[in-house]
Protein backbone atom coordinates (compact mmCIF):
# COMPACT_ATOMS: atom_id res chain seq x y z
CA UNK A 1 0.00 0.00 0.00
CA UNK A 2 1.51 3.22 -1.03
CA UNK A 3 2.13 5.86 1.63
CA UNK A 4 0.73 8.56 -0.39
CA UNK A 5 -2.63 9.53 -1.87
CA UNK A 6 -3.87 11.71 -4.73
CA UNK A 7 -5.50 15.13 -3.33
CA UNK A 8 -7.84 17.21 -6.12
CA UNK A 9 -9.91 19.88 -6.15
CA UNK A 10 -12.00 21.41 -9.17
CA UNK A 11 -13.79 24.36 -9.06
CA UNK A 12 -16.50 25.89 -11.63
CA UNK A 13 -18.39 29.45 -10.95
CA UNK A 14 -21.83 28.38 -11.28
CA UNK A 15 -24.41 30.18 -13.47
CA UNK A 16 -26.88 30.99 -10.77
CA UNK A 17 -27.46 29.56 -7.03
CA UNK A 18 -27.62 25.72 -6.56
CA UNK A 19 -31.16 26.10 -6.08
CA UNK A 20 -31.81 28.30 -8.93
CA UNK A 21 -33.89 26.88 -12.52
CA UNK A 22 -30.70 27.03 -13.74
CA UNK A 23 -28.67 24.44 -11.93
CA UNK A 24 -31.40 22.26 -11.65
CA UNK A 25 -30.42 20.06 -14.11
CA UNK A 26 -26.84 19.50 -12.40
CA UNK A 27 -28.14 19.58 -8.69
CA UNK A 28 -30.76 16.44 -10.19
CA UNK A 29 -27.09 14.27 -10.79
CA UNK A 30 -25.31 15.03 -7.85
CA UNK A 31 -26.26 12.29 -5.72
CA UNK A 32 -26.06 9.73 -8.39
CA UNK A 33 -22.31 10.99 -9.33
CA UNK A 34 -21.39 10.90 -5.74
CA UNK A 35 -22.26 7.66 -4.89
CA UNK A 36 -20.56 6.55 -7.99
CA UNK A 37 -17.71 8.30 -6.41
CA UNK A 38 -17.96 6.47 -3.28
CA UNK A 39 -18.06 3.16 -4.96
CA UNK A 40 -14.92 3.79 -7.28
CA UNK A 41 -11.80 1.59 -6.95
CA UNK A 42 -9.36 3.91 -5.12
CA UNK A 43 -11.88 6.12 -3.96
CA UNK A 44 -10.40 7.28 -0.27
CA UNK A 45 -12.37 10.45 0.79
CA UNK A 46 -14.77 13.34 -0.52
CA UNK A 47 -15.58 16.72 1.17
CA UNK A 48 -19.17 16.90 1.91
CA UNK A 49 -20.88 19.63 3.39
CA UNK A 50 -24.84 19.48 5.08
CA UNK A 51 -25.67 17.67 2.56
CA UNK A 52 -24.50 14.81 0.57
CA UNK A 53 -22.21 17.03 -1.48
CA UNK A 54 -19.64 20.21 -0.99
CA UNK A 55 -22.05 22.99 -2.94
CA UNK A 56 -22.59 24.92 0.08
CA UNK A 57 -18.95 24.88 1.46
CA UNK A 58 -17.46 28.39 0.24
CA UNK A 59 -13.69 28.72 0.14
CA UNK A 60 -13.49 31.06 -2.44
CA UNK A 61 -14.78 35.40 -2.13
CA UNK A 62 -17.31 34.57 -5.37
CA UNK A 63 -20.76 32.41 -3.87
CA UNK A 64 -20.79 31.07 -6.85
CA UNK A 65 -17.69 29.49 -7.02
CA UNK A 66 -18.12 25.60 -6.03
CA UNK A 67 -15.96 22.90 -5.59
CA UNK A 68 -15.81 19.55 -4.94
CA UNK A 69 -12.38 18.01 -2.94
CA UNK A 70 -11.78 14.20 -2.88
CA UNK A 71 -8.92 11.90 -2.08
CA UNK A 72 -7.73 8.90 -4.37
CA UNK A 73 -5.24 6.04 -4.03
CA UNK A 74 -3.91 6.62 -7.12
CA UNK A 75 -3.95 8.88 -10.50
CA UNK A 76 -5.51 6.30 -12.68
CA UNK A 77 -7.98 5.82 -10.14
CA UNK A 78 -9.12 9.23 -10.06
CA UNK A 79 -8.67 9.37 -13.66
CA UNK A 80 -11.08 6.57 -14.03
CA UNK A 81 -13.54 7.84 -12.06
CA UNK A 82 -13.63 10.92 -13.97
CA UNK A 83 -13.64 9.88 -17.06
CA UNK A 84 -15.93 7.15 -16.64
CA UNK A 85 -19.15 7.35 -18.55
CA UNK A 86 -21.45 9.02 -15.63
CA UNK A 87 -19.12 11.66 -14.39
CA UNK A 88 -17.98 12.43 -18.15
CA UNK A 89 -21.75 12.45 -19.18
CA UNK A 90 -22.18 15.31 -16.66
CA UNK A 91 -18.77 17.15 -17.33
CA UNK A 92 -19.83 17.47 -21.14
CA UNK A 93 -23.25 19.34 -20.19
CA UNK A 94 -21.16 21.73 -17.42
CA UNK A 95 -21.11 24.69 -20.17
CA UNK A 96 -25.24 24.12 -19.23
CA UNK A 97 -24.13 25.23 -15.79
CA UNK A 98 -20.93 26.90 -15.52
CA UNK A 99 -19.08 29.67 -16.87
CA UNK A 100 -16.15 28.86 -18.89
CA UNK A 101 -12.86 29.34 -16.37
CA UNK A 102 -10.23 31.50 -17.12
CA UNK A 103 -7.39 29.83 -15.22
CA UNK A 104 -7.16 26.31 -13.64
CA UNK A 105 -10.10 24.74 -12.40
CA UNK A 106 -8.44 21.55 -11.65
CA UNK A 107 -5.42 20.83 -9.00
CA UNK A 108 -3.99 17.32 -8.17
CA UNK A 109 -1.08 17.04 -5.51
CA UNK A 110 0.06 14.16 -2.97
CA UNK A 111 -0.52 13.87 0.49
CA UNK A 112 0.55 11.19 2.99
CA UNK A 113 -1.80 8.69 4.00
CA UNK A 114 -4.44 9.23 5.76
CA UNK A 115 -4.31 12.97 5.63
CA UNK A 116 -7.39 14.86 4.92
CA UNK A 117 -7.15 18.08 2.55
CA UNK A 118 -8.99 21.13 3.98
CA UNK A 119 -11.03 23.56 1.79
CA UNK A 120 -8.23 26.48 2.33
CA UNK A 121 -5.47 24.34 1.26
CA UNK A 122 -7.39 23.24 -2.34
CA UNK A 123 -7.88 26.83 -2.35
CA UNK A 124 -3.95 27.20 -2.21
CA UNK A 125 -3.03 24.17 -4.38
CA UNK A 126 -5.27 26.41 -7.09
CA UNK A 127 -3.33 29.33 -6.75
CA UNK A 128 -0.08 27.96 -6.75
CA UNK A 129 -1.19 25.99 -10.02
CA UNK A 130 -2.45 29.52 -11.32
CA UNK A 131 0.77 31.12 -10.48
CA UNK A 132 3.68 28.59 -11.04
CA UNK A 133 1.93 26.11 -13.58
CA UNK A 134 2.02 22.18 -12.99
CA UNK A 135 4.84 21.18 -10.62
CA UNK A 136 5.73 18.37 -8.34
CA UNK A 137 3.94 20.16 -5.65
CA UNK A 138 0.95 20.85 -7.73
CA UNK A 139 -0.05 19.51 -11.38
CA UNK A 140 -3.11 18.26 -13.59
CA UNK A 141 -3.82 15.30 -15.45
CA UNK A 142 -2.18 16.84 -18.68
CA UNK A 143 0.89 17.15 -16.63
CA UNK A 144 1.17 14.69 -13.72
CA UNK A 145 4.06 14.29 -11.15
CA UNK A 146 4.15 10.79 -9.27
CA UNK A 147 4.48 10.77 -5.67
CA UNK A 148 8.68 10.77 -5.90
CA UNK A 149 8.07 14.04 -8.06
CA UNK A 150 9.06 12.25 -11.46
CA UNK A 151 7.43 14.18 -14.20
CA UNK A 152 4.99 11.46 -16.04
CA UNK A 153 4.88 13.03 -19.08
CA UNK A 154 2.15 15.41 -20.93
CA UNK A 155 -1.24 13.48 -21.47
CA UNK A 156 -3.11 13.36 -24.70
CA UNK A 157 -5.67 16.07 -23.80
CA UNK A 158 -8.94 14.36 -22.47
CA UNK A 159 -12.41 16.24 -21.95
CA UNK A 160 -12.11 18.24 -19.11
CA UNK A 161 -13.92 18.48 -16.00
CA UNK A 162 -16.27 21.02 -14.27
Not at 6 to 28: H, K, T
Not at 130 to 147: K, N, R
Request: with cysteine.
Amino acid sequence: MSQFHLAQINIARALGPMDSPVMAGFVAQLDEVNALADVSPGFVWRLQGEGNDATDIMAFDDPQIIMNMSVWESIEDLRNYTYGMMHSAVARDRRNWFEPMDGPHLALWWVPAGHIPTPAEGRQKIEYLVEHGSTPDVFTFLEAYSETGAYLGPKVREEQTC
